[in-house]
């Protein structure tokens, strides 16, 4: 059974540095496309940035130049290096991940975390 498990969530001040991780484990039968979303109570899961199986990446432009999407080299981890954090950035963030889609709609995606919190204060 595939599964994803966020982690590296936490509280920080504005203009710090957080990396999320997310590993995916059971064997997937196919690579797969994974993405980060948030979301704040009372809001639609917001996408954040996209790795596709090519390694093309894609960023929301409230992101951009600040955060950095990666994969580990088992293709099975897949990181969210923040920087410059903002308060804006508060959220629960969530891992997610497909073999067919690669878009920015979460409710897409075959797989997804439970997510980790991310606090940033001013």
């Known amino acids: 059974q595939v599964q994803l498990v966020e982690s590296g969530g936490g509280s920080v001040e504005a203009g710090g540095t957080l990396t999320l991780t997310c590993v995916l484990s059971?064997?997937?039968?196919?690579?797969?496309?994974m993405g980060w979303f948030r979301q704040v109570p009372g809001k639609e899961h917001q996408g954040v940035a996209l790795i596709w199986t090519g390694g093309m990446t894609r960023y929301v432009d409230s992101v951009k130049g600040r955060f950095t999407i990666s994969r580990g080299n088992d293709n099975n981890t897949v990181y969210l290096q923040m920087t410059n954090l903002k308060p804006a950035d508060t959220a629960m963030y969530y891992c997610?991940?497909?073999?067919?889609?690669?878009?920015?709609?979460?409710?897409?995606?075959?797989?997804r975390g439970q997510g980790t919190q991310v606090t940033v204060s001013s």
């Open positions: 059971g064997n997937p039968d196919a690579p797969m496309h």
């Open positions: 997610a991940a497909d073999s067919s889609y690669m878009g920015w709609r979460i409710e897409r995606y075959l797989y």
